[in-house]
């Protein structure tokens, strides 16, 4: 079959499917080839999509991109929406078809946007993993954090994209695998099927679960230590931020660094 082309648009970038990675039947993962001149930090989330109607504008989604600042490819995770206007089609896309890519990436997920502190919290539910994949994998993280904790949430075992190149602790990653080794730990939490760490980020957070070994210092968020990034649901936003607050931690952005950020562009 031959590949699916997109018309050049001046408002876009033509990208070309690298690989496509089926999770399970709700979530997939995709790259595509990284643009010349593109550039981005770390944590950013761009536009992608496919043309519309004929005649019409192309339908484009925010998406965060899930590979880091420097990777020569941009990956990307998505849920698969029945009838959605996008992911209806781009669950479909195939090695060597073309999208639409945005030219100008953006976010507040980034280190810009944080004081400097001592322990990275990346709390995440759902595709609110992708953009701490990117940071994960950027060796300035591990240069202004000493622990780097990335937590995701999500409701089946099978919806724990990377979870064995996560539990490996990013082993096999050239450039921050023997940074990862020391100062990178993850903790997946599932809530609807039977699993070693059961439970909402929450219930992590108010029974101490979350800052138990290996992760080191208090049992609790530390205004002084701690720095959070959050990504995910409304639901988990809505509970968290208020614990944040509660300890002390102010919330950042690009113009002003804080104790923590969240991606306002996911949130309704």
């Known amino acids: 079959m031959l590949p699916s082309l997109v018309a050049d648009h001046p408002g876009f970038h033509t990208a070309t499917v690298k690989w496509v990675r089926h999770w399970n039947d709700r979530l997939f993962s995709f790259a595509v080839h990284r643009p010349a001149?593109?550039?981005?930090?770390?944590?950013e989330f761009v536009m992608i999509g496919?043309?519309?109607?004929?005649?019409?504008?192309?339908?484009m989604r925010a998406y965060s991109i899930a590979s880091p600042a420097y990777a020569d490819e941009l990956e990307?995770?998505?849920?698969?929406?029945?009838?959605?206007?996008?992911t209806q089609r781009l669950q479909a896309i195939r090695v060597d078809d073309q999208l639409y890519?945005?030219?100008?990436?953006?976010g507040t997920?980034?280190?810009?946007a944080l004081l400097g502190g001592r322990r990275l919290w990346l709390l995440g539910t759902g595709t609110g993993l992708a953009p701490f994949l990117s940071l994960v994998r950027d060796a300035e993280v591990y240069e202004r954090f000493s622990q780097v904790v990335l937590v995701h949430g999500v409701r089946r075992v099978s919806d724990l994209a990377w979870r064995e190149e996560l539990t490996?602790?990013?082993?096999g990653d050239p450039l921050v695998g023997d940074q990862a080794l020391l100062q990178f730990h993850y903790l997946p939490a599932v809530t609807r099927e039977p699993f070693h760490t059961a439970g909402r980020l929450t219930d992590l957070i108010a029974d101490g679960r979350l800052f138990g070994p290996p992760v080191a210092g208090p049992r609790g968020f530390d205004a002084e230590l701690d720095r959070v990034m959050l990504?995910?649901?409304?639901?988990?936003?809505?509970?968290?931020v208020p614990l944040l607050e509660a300890a002390g931690l102010?919330?950042?952005?690009?113009?002003?660094?804080?104790?923590?950020?969240?991606?306002?562009?996911?949130?309704g």
């Open 76 to 86: 990307f995770l998505s849920i698969k929406v029945p009838g959605g206007p996008l």
């Open 50 to 59: 496919l043309p519309g109607a004929v005649g019409g504008k192309p339908v």
């Open 109 to 112: 997920l980034v280190c810009d």
């Open 231 to 240: 990504c995910g649901s409304m639901a988990m936003m809505r509970d968290v």
């Open 37 to 43: 001149s593109f550039r981005f930090r770390s944590g």
């Open 250 to 267: 102010d919330e950042g952005s690009n113009a002003a660094p804080g104790r923590y950020v969240i991606e306002r562009a996911f949130v």
């Open 101 to 106: 890519l945005g030219r100008k990436p953006t």
């Open 168 to 171: 490996a602790q990013l082993a």
